[in-house]
């Protein structure tokens, strides 16, 4: 059975710093295109930061370019985010997921599988 389990989300103060795990079982990081999503309150759920199976390709959202980085450590089939200088509108729920055949990176309809969601709430 393929599963994600999310972990690190938590409350921020703007500025601050947060990582972000999802260790996959039931299948590997270096197989497929993986990633992280958010979704705030009444907002659609938007791709934040992809990469490719080989890993040579990667895509942030402009809104978090310089401040967000996506890695995968495949000796604990884990994928991080780490995020740096938050701000209160990066606020949401955030996902991880997997696709097996992705044209189009960090478009969600592309992903088959799906983290139950980390909340980070960044706020003084």
């Known amino acids: 059975q393929l599963q994600f389990v999310e972990s690190g989300g938590g409350l921020v103060q703007p500025g601050g710093s947060l990582r972000l795990s999802c260790t996959a079982s039931?299948?590997?990081?270096?197989?497929?295109?993986v990633g992280w999503f958010r979704q705030a309150p009444g907002a659609e759920r938007e791709g934040v930061s992809c990469i490719s199976s080989s890993g040579g390709t990667t895509k942030y959202a402009d809104s978090v370019k310089g401040r967000f980085t996506i890695s995968r450590d495949f000796a604990k089939n884990t994928l991080y985010l780490q995020m740096n200088s938050l701000k209160p509108e990066d606020t949401a729920v955030y996902y991880c997921?997997?696709?097996?055949?992705?044209?189009?990176?960090?478009?969600?309809?592309?992903?088959?599988?799906w983290g139950q969601g980390t909340q980070v709430t960044v706020s003084s």
């Open positions: 997921a997997a696709g097996f055949t992705v044209k189009h990176m960090c478009v969600k309809d592309e992903y088959d599988y």
């Open positions: 039931g299948f590997t990081l270096d197989a497929h295109y």
